[in-house]
């Protein structure tokens, strides 16, 4: 490298267009600052801890994967596949894709991974995902899920587990009285073959007041007209035929054994007959926990059955079922988010006390205390500083202390103060811990 000297340095700006805008983060995506940080940890540290109680362990995929496995699976009308991927060519000329979602790239693993012997497979999972979308509020272009996948489980149990396990997070973020519980069945595909017919004949005869997209997913996947965004389309979606007058008896019995395990765990729901998920591998039980608290995002948790889904990209037929949860918007809504930790403050005044305090400090860090050591200053100087840090307790090394081989531990909420031997620090700090 230093052979080469300054002739690395290539003249290339820091951005194509505009070198001052490398310093703004990309549209569409976002630092999360300490505190934006800690309530977005804490969104994902409640949801596995629930989860886990569910017995749900995680699995941790790569950011990017092969775009086929995202293309195959999601359908090519979908929004996602034609609209909001980030896909690139890499330097060895594949195809990669910034993954959009978590479904596919988990059974992707449960696939290569050889997990098919060992089903039933209860994954959870954590992360960024990225999609090309017009930013707004609730809406990124990298934000975050978590989520959980059952592989291998055909009966209504399994969906009956997950939307509970949903329903238990969000108690856990303090909304559980706050959010919806919508369910639909899209039924088998039997009945959506059915429903299919009944729903062309109709969406034909008003052609005329659809929108550009949904004319052209007419024929391929007419039922992604009725999760369409566009006003015009919802209007005509409005007096649309439903499924629920489409089911055929196997799958009007699987939703009623869904509604019945719900009911029996007391899970508040909503019937929603107009509900579809925009994925193309979804069957039977769909269902989606919105709320009103975030204006036109509303949706916090969204998730169905899947059981074409595994066999479709190349493994054996194994039924899932499972949900995705942005985070941001649950870390937006959630009603607790922890406080920041308080630490010690050291307070040493002069020279001599400086040079105590360091392997102090190191000692109390070793023992599990968060402890602030202010870099300089004078002793109003460093108190000052322990306001700001929001310190717990002060332990002060001044002359007088130093003199009698003493600090004084302040409770910095109360004020008192005690004086103890610099080597029972600890034990007066243990309170504050
Ligand atoms: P929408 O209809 O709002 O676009 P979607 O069907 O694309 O939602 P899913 O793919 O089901 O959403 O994702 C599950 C959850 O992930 C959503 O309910 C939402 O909380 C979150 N989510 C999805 N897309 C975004 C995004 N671009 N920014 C932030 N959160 C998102
Ligand atoms: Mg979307």
């Known amino acids: 490298m ?24 990309v549209r569409g995506t976002h ?32 950011i990017f994967e092969f775009t086929e496995v995202f293309k195959r ?41 050889g997990l098919a012997q060992q089903v039933p497979v209860k994954a959870f999972y954590r992360g960024p995902m990225f999609r090309y979308e017009r930013p707004q509020k609730g809406r990124q272009r990298q934000f975050h899920q978590v989520g959980i996948e059952i592989l291998g ?46 729903l062309v004949a109709y969406l034909k005869g008003r052609q005329g007041e659809l929108s550009e997209d949904s004319l052209a997913r007419l024929e391929r996947n007419p039922m992604r007209i009725l999760d369409s965004k566009d006003e015009g389309d919802r209007a005509v979606v409005a007096d649309a035929p439903i499924l629920a007058d489409h089911l055929n008896d196997t799958s009007r019995d699987f939703f009623a054994r869904v509604r019945d395990g719900l009911s029996a765990l007391n899970i508040p729901v909503e019937i929603s007959p107009r509900l ?12 989606e926990f919105t709320t009103t608290a975030l204006g036109a995002q509303g949706t916090v948790l969204a998730g169905g059955r899947y059981d ?38 050291m307070v040493p005044a002069g020279a001599e006390a400086d040079a105590l305090a360091l392997p102090l400090t190191d000692r109390l860090r070793r023992a599990g205390f968060a402890v602030d050591l202010g870099y300089s200053g004078n002793m109003g100087k460093r108190m000052k ?44 700090l243990d309170r504050f811990r």
């Open 31 to 62: 630092d999360l600052l300490p505190d934006a940080a800690r309530a977005h940890r804490a969104v994902e540290q409640r949801a596995f801890d629930v989860a886990r109680r569910f017995g749900f362990g995680e699995i941790v995929t790569p």
């Open 308 to 345: 074409g889904l595994v066999k479709q990209m190349g493994g054996p037929p194994t039924p899932g079922v499972g949900w995705a949860a942005g985070v941001e918007r649950l870390s937006m809504l959630m009603t607790d988010p922890p406080p920041a930790p308080r630490p010690i403050a």
């Open 153 to 198: 489980v055909e009966g209504p149990a399994a969906d009956v587990e997950v939307i509970t396990c949903g329903y238990h997070i969000l108690e856990a973020l303090g909304l559980g009285g706050t959010v919806t519980v919508e369910v639909n069945t899209l039924g088998d595909l039997e009945s959506r073959a059915v429903y299919r017919e009944a």
């Open 276 to 287: 579809v998920r925009g994925l193309d591998y979804y069957t039977h039980t769909a269902f």
């Open 385 to 428: 500083r322990a306001n700001k840090v929001n310190a717990r307790a002060a332990v002060i090394l001044g002359d007088e202390e130093l003199a009698a081989g003493e600090a004084t531990v302040r409770d910095l909420d109360s004020g008192e103060q005690t004086r103890v031997r610099l080597n029972a620090v600890e034990r007066a």
């Open 73 to 113: 699976t999601l359908g090519d009308t979908s929004d996602i596949v034609t609209k909001e991927m980030y896909t690139f060519e890499d330097r060895g000329g594949e195809s990669l894709t910034l993954r959009p979602e978590g479904t596919a790239a988990i059974v992707r693993a449960f696939i290569s991974g």
């Open 2 to 25: 230093g052979r080469a000297g300054p002739r690395c340095l290539s003249p290339v700006p820091w951005h194509p267009k505009d070198p001052m805008a490398a310093l703004q983060p």
